[in-house]
């Protein structure tokens, strides 16, 4: 981040027609995008939506409450402008893609070994980093695949210890059996894969999928273009958590754009300290919760950048 | 509401391709709006946002950190563009208009007596009631008034009882004194007032303020024009309330916007069973955190309205 232009952003903020920290977590947002733009009154006018798909091997486990060929079917919904990702990224102003990655070619049941080779993690890592575009100036990433909040929970088993039922939840909608199938298919995920366990890329090889590697590919992508990242729910915060779990700080670019109803994503965000912008109960994925929380970072944009001084407007301080 | 296109809202919410319930609150709010407009798959075309301006002569007495003269250049601002308000109305695409009345004839102390005469109380109810354009889709109050959050902690007081002190908070930022005098004040003004004591309309003018009873007035008037409202923050809340106290269901055209950081205004949205869409901490007033919430709204409408059904996509269901 640029430093002059969080400190323009902060004597900014402090100039501005309302009482000092009225406009709370928006003044925190707003600052935090200006650093991050290295621009101390900056516009958001080129925000991506980056929505990445693959097949698992595990959802022939039965993990999921709907059968794997969903996943190209709801690829196609996204193509065709049917999705809730399609109308949130066009309330947003947001350019969206969609990239199903070799979904011909699921990944291998995490319960029985590796889910991907390193050559098939790093081309999906590639096709995340690929896609962002460069120009963007915010971004937003997420998935869709039947089986990834088992993926998912997997993943941060590995990452962050616990219990595996610390990390299990209903997903798209599975019962208490689905829940407790979900449980023993992570810790045989574990057991079948013991060189994951604290290490973040082998966690997301041996554990993830094609979309959560893409997820993490792009997100690292948008550091090194200084574009700010909305996190979206379990799966991609469990994707980007390999990131900042392999290097500290390196979601720092990045907010929690709402806290998901699968109860691991708060363990999650709390394990990353970050605290999501909206709370309400939305668990779809597919980039949906990010994309809304767009519109938040756009009111702190707008206040922070098209308000009035006390100065311009001639009002008294307080 | 309209019941028939409240079913046909929940039918409509139920063949979208996504899991069931996965959107959360979103799918509760479009049914909620579907049924407020007697559409099953609504639009929002015409939002609009009402600010309105009141002086206190409660300001007198030194509640208040920013000067009373602040509230006129405040209107001034309103009306040349510089407010949060105006940017967050603008990105909602609303339509925003001010409505300072008699700044130039503040209320009466009401430490003293009532703030208010009858003629005074129904000539304000009037303008807020006037003021809402009985074609809009979606109304948004918000006020200006330096010392109004006193104001409003009266009112509270005077519907809900408790202590004092259960009302008042920092306003726009008052120290722990500043408190403790805005607590005092709320207790001489119940005693100066004992009529107004479980009386809502009384409430409301021997303790509220003209920008209180047009809010309350636009809220009613949006009530029988079937107009969803959002609310704002606490002295927003504070004026709605008069309205659930005399007609118990009067709000039930109305959400909760955000949640203040003004603590007192949890209290009351617990006390009107209204969950706050957002909690980031604004304690702005002008109708911001409701404005912002706009967005939320219709990105509900957006998701319930546009999406495509299980059958329309040929997605398989759960």
């Known amino acids: ?26 003044e925190d947002l707003a600052i935090w ?3 991050w733009r290295g621009d101390a009154r900056p516009r958001i006018n080129s925000p991506q939506v ?17 059968p794997p060929e969903v996943t190209v079917q709801m690829v196609a919904n996204f193509a065709h ?3 809730a990702i399609n109308q949130l990224s066009a309330l947003a102003g947001a350019k969206m893609s969609v990239h199903p990655i070799d979904l011909e070619t699921p990944t291998a049941d995490f319960t029985q070994g590796p889910a991907m080779s390193e050559a098939e993690v790093m081309a999906a890592i590639a096709v995340g980093w690929e896609a962002v575009d460069p120009d963007a100036d915010l971004l937003v990433v997420g998935e869709m695949g039947i089986g990834n909040t088992t993926s998912a929970a997997a993943v941060a088993h590995a990452l962050l210890s616990g219990e ?12 208490d059996a689905g829940i407790a199938l979900k449980t023993q298919v992570v810790s045989d ?22 979309e959560l590697a893409a997820m993490a590919g792009a997100i690292a992508r948008a550091r090194l273009r200084h574009i700010p990242v909305i996190l979206d729910g379990f799966i991609c915060t469990a994707a980007a958590a390999t990131l900042e779990s392999a290097v500290p700080g390196a979601l720092d670019h990045a907010v929690a754009g709402h806290g998901s109803a699968e109860q691991a994503h708060r363990r999650l965000l709390e394990h990353l300290d970050k605290e999501p912008l909206l709370q309400l109960g939305l668990r779809l994925g597919e980039g949906s919760g990010a994309a809304l929380a767009i519109q938040i970072l756009r ?6 950048s098209d308000m009035a001084t006390f100065a311009e407007a001639g009002v008294a301080g307080g």
Do not use: M
Not at 6 to 25: D, V, W
């Open 33 to 35: 995008y200006a650093a």
């Open 1 to 26: 981040p640029d430093e002059a232009a969080r400190a323009g952003a902060q004597e900014r903020n402090g100039q501005l027609t309302k009482p000092p920290g009225a406009l709370g977590r928006l």
């Open 299 to 304: 009111g702190a944009i707008a206040c922070h």
């Open 164 to 175: 595996p039922s610390d990390w299990t939840g209903r997903g798209t909608g599975v019962d």
């Open 81 to 83: 402008g049917g999705a």
């Open 189 to 210: 995920g574990l057991k079948a894969n013991p060189g994951a366990a604290n290490d973040p890329l082998q966690a997301l090889r041996c554990l993830g999928g094609r």
């Open 50 to 66: 980056l929505i990445f798909a693959g097949n698992h091997g595990v959802a022939s486990r039965g993990v999921s409450a709907f």
